[in-house]
């Protein structure tokens, strides 16, 4: 029998999440979807499935739950448009590939994927990526699918107040709007059976971003890397400054030659991120199986589960 620890942590954006702003019933029904999530991709798991096929599965759920801002539930750019971000690598071949500016996708992480195993190269944007998806025949919805009132009155107040969101409401305090933001994008690290690690992170981008702006997310190395020589990382926050210090690939190259701690690399890539100005959360496993979910925000709803099927679900700090 194969004993090799297995693992999915996945997490559903990072910012300001405070007891006082989310409602009890609110708070359950993240807690629920962050449950189905860790369900689905340790299900691919447990049957001996691949780390990226448990890292699709948990994506997809948070995806098409309109609570998070990914797939469903996607925030609209300036042009009031969702434009969809995702990605994929795996860790044994270190194979990526990516999605940006999409708008007919349903699953975006679908189409990374595709990316990924079906052409020869690592990223398409925009109509080409649109194109692609249909051409592999994952599902296409009309871009009405992703419209959500919620986001929509979000964007009307981003444009009101000449701001750009990083996803849900405003903090009521206006001297913290702009770094504060919650945030709901999603992703997920997985270790399987195998020894073989993978990452993905998807995500709608910034409420009120300009048309055409790419965030990390879609970004190998800033939002999403997955290497078996170290770790596999997704990231949430403010994406520039993601792009700016190369989040995820600074954290994995940390842990493979400094020989640190994953959450000693997680924390020194996060206070690289505050130096400039930046914030948000990483989520870090490695082929051993120790993970670290780290952030520098008031909260990031996170999740994970492991061997024993012990399921932790977490969103405040
Ligand atoms: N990093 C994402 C972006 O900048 C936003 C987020 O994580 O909420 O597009």
Redesign the pocket.
Known sequence: MNTSPIRLVIHG???TITRGKLTAELEQAYRQVLSQSLTAGYAVLEAGGSSIDAVIAAIVVMEDSPLF?AGKGSVFSNAGRNEL?ASIMDGSTRMAGAVAAVTMIRNPIRAAHAVMTQSAHVMLIGQGADDFAAEKRLEIVDPSYFHTQFRWDQLQKAIAEERVL??HDADPDTSRRDRDEK???VGAVALDRHGNLAAGTS?G??TN?RFGRV???PVIGA?TYADNRSVAVS??????I?IRTVAAFNTAAQVRLQHITITEAADNTLAEIAAIGGD?GLIVLDAKGNYAMRFNTSGMYRGTIGSNGIMRVEIFS
């Open positions: 954006g990072a910012g801002n971000d990083r996803d945030r709901g994008t995500t981008g910034l971003k965030g990390d997310s939002g990231a949430t926050g403010t994406g520039e993601f948000g």
